[in-house]
């Protein structure tokens, strides 16, 4: 098989909606974006938390959270790995290879992102909005809200930045997932899997989307940025 | 009754804050009746803007009190007193969405933010402007906004840090006027200024402080015409204090 006849089957795999492609896109995407749900409702508040607190070791927390946007794929999901294999804590849970463990890993890997870029919006916006709000009485807790939304441009593209990671990984849903056809096969593990048979054309069909997938992101990115830019100043 | 119709008059005695061991402010006492503006003036790094942080509580004093005559500055569960600063503070968002921000913090009902907040655009001449995004308004509209702000929630004291220090004399102009207009409705204004004209101007009282002292406390006329210390009269003189 021909790169060119590699090129016109992925074509016909996408543009014919062939559910064994649509099937994998559609369970990738389903992952990606609850992991990015979930990261946002933990990590929004937490790290606008984190941006107006001061506490004892807040500079080491934030270090922590600053290293764990690094945290590679593999380590995530071999350390979820252990936590919910049968042996594990979590294990009763019964949750390995389950699109559910999937999105765990996936939570782990976005939330630091969604936590430290919060935690430095939120900061900086803070440091401007502060003797405003104080003279309206809100303090501490009672003032998130209202920085998370005047910052609600600036986490859209936090949000967008984790959503890039999640969707491009293949390490953490391939160890927690299994990579089951059907079931827990995304387009990533899909591409390292076909790839590796000999599949070209499925294989490529699927980093088209992804590229397309990665492209749309930056667009959305910069879009609410610009707007933001023009709408808030 | 009386007392409990008024947070006012408010009294500081023996006020000092300091940090790192430094004193930025010390034995500062005076009282604030009803009414009036107050200028504060001084050179710079006297405490000036410090003063009005304390007096309307952002900070906590290092030494001394600030004390309301009711309610510690709260009555019927709203804050009696409210702060414009040197550098309005403009949220991300439209001119009347800044406003319902405010009288919603200061825990006003959905039902009464609305028109409080229409009356207060109308009457500072923004109600054209009420859907323009705050940040993108000029300098003299956004000090305006902040100004329409703080009277919407219907304080009895307005503390004003430098209100006029990055506009033009247009502007400048205008907020005086509105000031003027607040004091003859009874709201007692203090504000801090380094403009002498404009405390010449506008107010009635002067508290002139150098150093973190409270050095002179006069009518406007006594402080401009015959200042006491040789302090004021260098300062006015226009001399470099140190």
């Known amino acids: 098989m021909t790169f060119t006849d590699a090129l016109a089957a992925a074509l016909d795999l996408v543009l014919g909606l062939d559910p064994r492609f649509t099937e994998v896109v559609g369970l990738s995407l389903r992952v990606t974006l609850s992991a990015v749900f979930l990261a946002a409702v933990i990590g929004l508040p937490l790290g606008a938390l984190l941006g107006i607190a001061r506490f004892p070791g807040r500079s080491g927390v934030i270090v922590l959270v600053n290293a764990m946007m690094g945290l590679p794929p593999v380590v995530a999901g071999l350390l979820l790995f252990l936590l919910l294999s049968r042996s594990g804590p979590l294990g009763s849970l019964g949750l390995l290879f389950t699109p559910g463990a999937m999105i765990a890993a996936q939570t782990l890997l976005v939330l630091p992102i969604v936590v430290a870029l919060t935690r430095q919006t939120v900061e900086d916006l803070w440091t401007e909005y502060r003797d405003h709000l104080h003279s309206l009485g809100m303090t501490g807790a009672r003032a998130v809200p209202t920085l998370l939304w005047d910052a609600r441009f600036a986490l859209a593209t936090a949000l967008l930045a984790g959503f890039g990671r999640a969707s491009a990984e293949v390490g953490a849903v391939l160890i927690v997932g299994g990579n089951i056809a059907g079931y827990t096969r995304t387009m990533t593990t899909a591409i390292a899997l076909e790839t590796s048979k000999g599949d070209l054309a499925l294989a490529l069909g699927l980093g088209f989307v992804l590229l397309v997938l990665t492209l749309f992101v930056n667009g959305a990115a910069y879009g609410a940025s610009r707007i933001g830019a023009r709408a808030a100043g | ?242």
């Open chain 2, 1 to 242: 009754m009386q007392a409990q119709s008024s947070v006012l008059p408010l009294s500081v005695s023996d006020l000092g804050f300091e940090t790192d061991g430094r004193a930025l402010l010390s034995g500062v006492s005076f009282s604030l009746p009803q009414g009036g503006i107050t200028a504060v003036v001084g050179p710079n790094g006297a405490g000036k803007s410090l003063l009005l942080r304390l007096c309307h509580g952002l900070l906590t004093p290092s030494s001394g009190t600030v004390r309301w005559a009711a309610g510690d500055g709260v009555l019927g569960g709203r804050k009696r007193h409210a702060m414009v600063f040197q550098k309005p503070v403009m949220l991300r968002r439209s001119v009347r969405a800044n406003m319902d921000h405010a009288l919603a913090a200061a825990g006003w009902d959905a039902g009464s933010r609305a028109e409080r907040s229409q009356a207060a655009l109308s009457r500072f001449g923004l109600a054209a402007l009420a859907d323009r995004p705050a940040r993108l308004l000029s300098g003299g509209e956004q000090q305006r906004l902040a100004v329409a702000r703080a009277w919407a929630l219907a304080p009895e004291v307005i503390f004003l840090d430098e209100p006029c220090s990055n506009l033009d004399p247009g502007a400048t102009v205008r907020i005086e006027a509105m000031l003027a207009e607040l004091a003859a409705e009874g709201v007692t204004l203090m504000m801090t200024t380094h403009d002498l004209a404009q405390a010449r101007r506008s107010a009635g009282r002067v508290l002139f402080l150098d150093r973190g002292d409270l050095v002179e406390d006069a009518s406007a006329e006594t402080f401009f015409d015959a200042p006491r210390t040789a302090q004021a009269r260098a300062f006015l003189r226009g001399d470099l204090l140190w």
